[in-house]
């Protein structure tokens, strides 16, 4: 039994391990497979869930076309309601 675990089962405060978030969850890296090395990216810094999965900055779909990111609309109107029942 770690320290971290005796500390957490006696009714202490645990610290996550390092590499991880304060809620406990491994961070996100990369999923974007680099066929001509044979292996995943795994880049951490800033990484987002698109429908492919998580990719870095380098990996987005965008970039991946060579086109610029799309700029983020202003969203749901606000004279829109959403239906509930």
Known sequence: MTVQQNTATAGGVATPAPGRPADGKP??????????????????????LYIQGHRCPAHTPSALQGKPEPQPGPGWPIYRQEQCS
């Open 27 to 48: 961070k996100p890296d990369c999923k974007h497979w680099i066929g001509a090395e044979q292996r995943h990216c795994r880049e951490g810094k800033g990484v987002r």
